[in-house]
């Protein structure tokens, strides 16, 4: 079962990805007073392009706690995702699936072989990984809720 809301989530460790370098982190190591975690399905896809574009317009490189994405990608096309949005957001390269394991949401693909990837989740972390909200996407396409995020990240 992914963590539910109170429940103290997974620690990862993955390479972090800023658009120029990446470095081995854990999630401990991003957290400042809390952390937003997104995971999603594979950079450079229509869908993915369009929400992290949404987050930017929205403001979310402005809450008060950071903002990361967790996707399957390598390193290399996570930097050159976030230098093609020209995004101020910083990925987790989950090369091999372990965070989205650890969150029990790591689902196969339909028409993608035995492809498995992440299914779009948000997590709104406090201080001690703490799972202040979240959201589960029962689909590819629908729409995150903004407001509820929102709203989680300003109870902080």
Known sequence: ???????????FEALLC?????????LADVLDGGCVVVFYGFSFSAIAENWWKRYDRAGWADFDVPVVGVSRDGP???NAFLRY???????FSDADGTAAAAYDILT????M?????????VFVLDAERRVAGR????????PVPREAIEAAVAEL
């Open 1 to 11: 079962m992914p963590p539910s809301e109170g429940e103290r989530a997974p620690e």
């Open 18 to 26: 800023d658009g120029e370098t990446f470095r081995a982190r854990r």
């Open 76 to 78: 290399y096309a996570q």
């Open 85 to 91: 949005l020209d995004s101020p957001f910083h990925l």
């Open 108 to 111: 196969e693909r339909d028409g």
């Open 113 to 121: 072989g035995s492809t498995r990837t992440a299914r779009r989740a």
């Open 135 to 142: 959201w589960l996407a029962d689909d590819w396409i629908s």
